[in-house]
Structure formats: structure tokens, C-alpha cells
């Protein structure tokens, strides 16, 4: 399997851009001729959006980015994932989605790159135990990632990220299209976002939790009302992996419950 994919990646259709100080060199690879265009394209949009994704998270300080970020196109099940400099989306996915939609998947994925937040070692054999205790304490929570590359993807680059939800007296979603798809999926299913949210069977949470764009609309809301800083903030946390439950006292002198309950009382009150 290993072998085939190889062959098709060294017969594949490759971009290679010069680097410059603050960008990457973005090389594309994609085998399918129907997706060849849209590859193209991917090497200047990721050149404009990498050094803007970085000074939105970092300010005019950022780390150093990577040589090189490689892009393939394969059959994942999901529509992209990002794993150390490399990105791989869905060639399914990319030949159904509308362009622009699509796009979005790509700079979701490369804020990821540009995150770059310590992941987890993998815990197997004798130590596992440990391993998992130590990891459990030490990484900050992925709805916290995924809210800040949605909050990036559709403030700046959609533009349709908003500081409220369009939510129902019963803390449902309302009014979504699937132009914002992970909206209208939680609509679709009739999600409270006041309740208890356990994802095959994990310890119940709350809204926020849901994490993407919901919680993208929750640090939009944050930063227009509490701390225009909140977003570079949490992202300097969990880069360094500092990230503690009590960070939310220490910078707005609340609990990320009372602040999130705050947020779905002015949601419903504006519709
Ligand atoms: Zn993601």
C-alpha cells in the first residue's frame, strides 16, 4: 500500500515555490488531473495566508515557520488534517465541495501548521500509564485548537465568523445554512449548546466544548467584549503549553463557565 501511494506521489503533480524570510516553500501534490487547477491555485493562497495567520496569533513576533510545507491530496475519510508540515486533504471531498468552501478547509488546516502546538507522545508498552496521566495534564484541550483555527479561518479569511450564535430560547441553533456547515450540522441535530456535551462517552462538558466555529464566535465575542487580546493570549498558552482551566480567572476574572453562560444569554437576547 505504502509503495503504491509512493509511485503515485513521485508521478505527482508537483508546485515548488522559492522561499522568502516569513513564508514557507509550499510544494502541492496532487495525481488527480481534475484537481490540478485547484492545486495550482493552493501555492499562493497558502503563500498570502501563512505570514497573516502567523502575525494574527503571534503579532509581529512570530516563530520561525518551517522550510517547507508539503500539501497532498489523498482519500482520508475526513475533508483535511494537518500532522507536523504537511496537510492532506480529501480528493473527494475537494471535488464536491464549492471552491470556496473548500478553501476554508485548506486555511483551518494551515493555521493548524502555524499553531504548531505540542502534540502528545504516543503511550504504549510498560510506562503507558504514566504516559497517559502525564499527557493528561499537560497539553491544552482540543476545542480550544479548533476554536482558534476556526476563529482565524472564518473571521479573516470567510469573514462570516460573528461575536453571537443565532440561538433559540432552548440554546439551539437557529437560521444556519450550510455555508457554515459545522453550524448547520449542530442545528441539524437539534444541539443545545447550554448542555452537558459528552462525545463518545468522555466526561460531559459544556457548549463550548463543541469547539470550531462555535467556539470560534465565542472568542470573537470575548475579544470585542472582555479582551481584545484573548485570542493571542490563549494561543501563546497552548503553544507553551501553559495552558491551565485557571487561566480564564487570571486574564477575565471569570470561569470559562460563567463567561460562556454570559455569551448564550447576549446570543439569545440579540435574536
Ligand atoms: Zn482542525
Not at 510545507?69 to 488534517?81: H, L, M, Q, S, Y
Request: aromatic content about 10%; some cysteine.
Amino acid at each position: 500500500m505504502y509503495a503504491v501511494l509512493h509511485m503515485r506521489l513521485a508521478l505527482a503533480f508537483l508546485v515548488p515555490m522559492l522561499a522568502t524570510g516569513t513564508t514557507p516553500r509550499i510544494v502541492v501534490q496532487t495525481s488527480d488531473p481534475e484537481l490540478t487547477v485547484f492545486a495550482r491555485e493552493l501555492v499562493p493562497l497558502c503563500e498570502e495566508w501563512y505570514p497573516k495567520i502567523a502575525e494574527i496569533l503571534y503579532g509581529s513576533n512570530p516563530p520561525n515557520p518551517p522550510a517547507e510545507i508539503r500539501i497532498a491530496f489523498d482519500e482520508a475519510g475526513i475533508a483535511g488534517r494537518a500532522e507536523g508540515n504537511e496537510i492532506h486533504l480529501s480528493t473527494a471531498e475537494a471535488k464536491r465541495s464549492a471552491k470556496l468552501d473548500f478553501r476554508a478547509v485548506v486555511i483551518h488546516e494551515l493555521v493548524h501548521l502555524v499553531q504548531s502546538y505540542p502534540v502528545p507522545a504516543r503511550c504504549d508498552g510498560l510506562r503507558i500509564v504514566g504516559c497517559l496521566l502525564t499527557q493528561r495534564h499537560h497539553f491544552g484541550p482540543t476545542w480550544i485548537n479548533e476554536g482558534i483555527a476556526d476563529y482565524v479561518t472564518y473571521t479573516f479569511f470567510t469573514g462570516t465568523n460573528r461575536p453571537l450564535l443565532r440561538l433559540n430560547s432552548n440554546g439551539q441553533l437557529q437560521g444556519y445554512d450550510e455555508s457554515i456547515p459545522y453550524l448547520y450540522g449542530l442545528q441539524s441535530n437539534k444541539t443545545s449548546l447550554h448542555d452537558a456535551y459528552a462525545p463518545r462517552g468522555v466526561k460531559a462538558g459544556k457548549g463550548y466544548q463543541h469547539g470550531y466555529t462555535v467556539t470560534a464566535s465565542f472568542l470573537l465575542w470575548l475579544e470585542r467584549n472582555k479582551d481584545k487580546q484573548i485570542v493571542r493570549k490563549l494561543n501563546a498558552a497552548m503553544r507553551t503549553n501553559s495552558y491551565r482551566d485557571g487561566i480564564w480567572r487570571q486574564m477575565l476574572l471569570a470561569s470559562v463557565d460563567q463567561l460562556w453562560a454570559e455569551f448564550l444569554g447576549a446570543s439569545k437576547q440579540a435574536h
